[in-house]
């Protein structure tokens, strides 16, 4: 009796070490420009060759700017990165999606909608966010630039088994309760750092329900609670969701994947180091308030107490009182993009909220498409004409104010609403408050200009 | 990569939980190509303000304390899998981490850079705390071979655990690229049977 995750690892081990760690084969190796120039550097110091070129796909995500992608980079630096990204990739014969090619964007949105990502299969990339892929069961996790040049050499890597988890959510979501609602609950409720060591697979109703986009967002954030990833079991969403896409097998082979793919769900009594058990029906749409991900609270809650001193200086960081609220609290700076919530779904839910509104004055909006793809798809659905008539500002793709490694970044002191994935003190600039979100939550406090209660308002 | 054997030295405490990749080294200071020069930018937002100038009262800033040795809260290392957070503090010259809780590829980053991460309860974390807040001057002794940790006067001290693996790369400075080449064999054999 074998668990989803016993199943993929357990026939990826190429070999192990006595009292060690294992030697796993990687199928897939996705790499971005700022955890591989070392990488590349590290080989080409030690005179080794990439193992398999053919195994790796390259897309510029991070740097790249969000305007005027035609023109050429404007920050050297920057610059400097996606050249020798683009050089790297041409040298050693890997596929690069760089900036202007239609299938750019966020690693772990392109990956995805390319059918590069699929059920059964060992991923990894130099970006902890890499969890994402375990949406259609395969293990994927990120991994240091010194892990990358391993790939590299040998399309293998390292590693202790981790011990695993199972997160299972059952019953029906409220209203206006989104799959990022989910993930933000359920580590407000075990914290940042309970899946530490282990490897975490969601189950019950609610992820059996759930779009292969709302998986995504969930499993994304797996590493905001520790955990090394995340993974749902495949099944027909699963499927539908992959048929046709460029790189997803074809023909016989698609029959042949699919009857193993098939074969990949938990066994019925197979058992998890760790589990916990959540009921739908108290998920409430959720907003953080502190300066990491755990730090949630549904929307009208009141910011907790607490005497720690790191707790302390969070709320300092943030600005704001244990007690509060926040509702009704005004906001400047709305985000709508990164690969957590950047897919069209989540432009889709915000394009029902925005329909026939105007945002507020006060409010900055800007909605980052996570691929060329998504671009067009807003554009092909009519979206971009409900944005652009309620004030928002669409911008081109990429990772963007999640991490503002380019030009987006939110000023000093500023609080946005983010759909991204992460809090953390400076992460959308220096000094700027992070307030995670859903992207309907985001949408309806672009438009009031404060943060209010959604559910309110659906029902 | 440098070996690493044993270690006396004074400690720099550094008592925040959570500490995320992103305080080690914010993402502006990402772009560089090679590994080296991050050191310069190790807290850099917590060790400087918007002008420069140094935040006094952060540990890295007050030269009471000193060392090798980065004593840290819980759940140090979280967050984005970025590389540069362990070059950044090797290259400012820390060799150890120790903390009650270490974020998982925090923790393979470091020992892929020779700087030995030690986990240890919360409240030998606590304790040490006291004794290193308390008397800055107290030397700390890391023995990996013996995987012990105390103070010079011994009056602290508590052994670690470290995978017998990744312990012998340290102590030898090797790391994995060579171990998995050496496998190419057996991985090309396993890539044949697929399954």
Request: proline share 5%.
């Amino acid at each position: 009796m074998k668990t989803l995750f016993d199943k993929v690892w357990d026939s990826h081990v190429v070999d192990s070490v006595t009292d060690g760690p294992q030697v796993l084969y990687i199928d897939t190796h996705l790499i971005h420009e700022v955890t591989s120039p070392q990488a590349f550097q590290e080989l080409e110091e030690r005179a080794i060759p990439i193992f398999r070129p053919d195994q790796i796909f390259a897309t510029a995500d991070h740097n790249t700017p969000t305007l005027n992608q035609h023109l050429p980079v404007e920050d050297p630096l920057s610059r400097k990165q996606l050249q020798q990204l683009s050089e790297n990739c041409e040298k050693h014969g890997i596929s690069l999606f760089e900036l202007g090619h239609m299938n750019n964007g966020i690693v772990h949105v392109m990956a995805p909608e390319q059918g590069i990502t699929q059920p059964g299969k060992t991923m990894v990339c130099g970006d902890s966010h890499t969890s994402t892929h375990g949406a259609f069961g395969a293990i994927a996790f990120g991994i240091g630039t010194s892990q990358v040049a391993q790939v590299f050499a040998s399309q293998c890597l390292l590693l202790t088994k981790p011990k695993s988890m199972r997160v299972t959510v059952n019953g029906d979501l409220a209203p206006g309760v989104l799959p990022k609602d989910v993930i933000l609950y359920i580590i407000s409720q075990i914290g940042t750092n309970a899946g530490t060591g282990y490897f975490c697979e969601y189950a019950g109703d609610v992820f059996e329900k759930m779009s292969m986009e709302g998986r995504m967002t969930v499993c994304n954030m797996s590493i905001e609670m520790g955990a090394r990833g995340g993974m749902i079991a495949p099944d027909q969403t699963t499927f539908d969701y992959m048929q046709g896409r460029p790189y997803a097998p074809k023909g016989e082979e698609w029959e042949a994947k699919l009857a193993y793919w098939k074969s990949l769900p938990t066994d019925s009594g197979a058992s998890f180091d760790k589990e916990f058990h959540f009921d739908a029906a108290d998920i409430k749409p959720m907003i953080t308030y502190g300066t990491n991900p755990g730090m949630g609270m549904g929307l009208g809650e009141l910011i907790p107490n607490s005497d720690d001193a790191s707790f302390k200086k969070s709320l300092d960081y943030m600005g704001l009182e244990a007690g509060s609220n926040l509702m009704e609290m005004p906001i400047n700076f709305v985000f709508i993009g990164s690969c957590t919530n950047s897919r069209i779904e989540d432009f889709r839910v915000a394009a029902d909220y925005i329909k026939g509104k105007r945002k507020a004055d006060n409010v900055t909006a800007w909605l980052v498409p996570g691929s060329k793809q998504v671009e067009s798809q807003i554009d092909r659905e009519g979206l971009r004409d409900i944005f652009t008539e309620a004030g928002f500002e669409i911008r081109q793709p990429g990772c963007s104010a999640c991490l503002a490694m380019n030009d987006d970044k939110i000023p000093q002191g500023e609080y946005c609403v983010s759909t991204s994935n992460r809090n953390f003190e400076g992460r959308q600039g220096q000094g700027a408050r992070t307030i995670l979100a859903s992207p309907l939550v985001a949408a309806a406090t672009a438009i009031e200009g404060k943060i209010v209660d959604v559910s309110k308002q659906l029902n | 990569m440098e070996k690493f054997d044993r270690l006396i030295s004074r400690a720099v405490p550094l008592a925040v939980d959570n500490v995320d990749t992103d305080q080690i080294i914010p993402a502006r200071f990402l772009k560089a190509t090679d590994k080296k020069g991050f050191g310069d930018n190790v807290f850099r937002d917590w060790r400087y303000d918007g002008e420069d100038q140094p935040i006094p009262g952060f540990p890295l800033n007050d030269s009471t304390y000193d060392g090798q040795i980065l004593v840290a809260g819980d759940n140090f290392g979280c967050g984005s899998s970025r590389e540069h957070a362990a070059w950044a503090l090797v290259g400012y010259g820390f060799k150890v981490v120790i903390s009650s809780y270490f974020a998982d590829i925090f923790k393979g980053n470091s020992l892929n850079n020779g700087l030995l991460p030690i986990q240890v309860s919360p409240e030998f974390l606590e304790r040490l705390f006291d004794a290193v807040k308390q008397d800055p001057s107290t030397q700390l002794v890391v023995d990996l071979e013996k995987q012990l940790l105390r103070t010079e006067d011994k009056t602290l001290q508590i052994n670690f655990e470290i995978d017998p693996y990744k312990k012998m790369c340290l102590i030898n400075g090797y790391d994995d690229i060579d171990f998995l080449i050496s496998k190419k064999d057996k991985i090309e054999a396993f890539e044949t049977k697929k399954y």
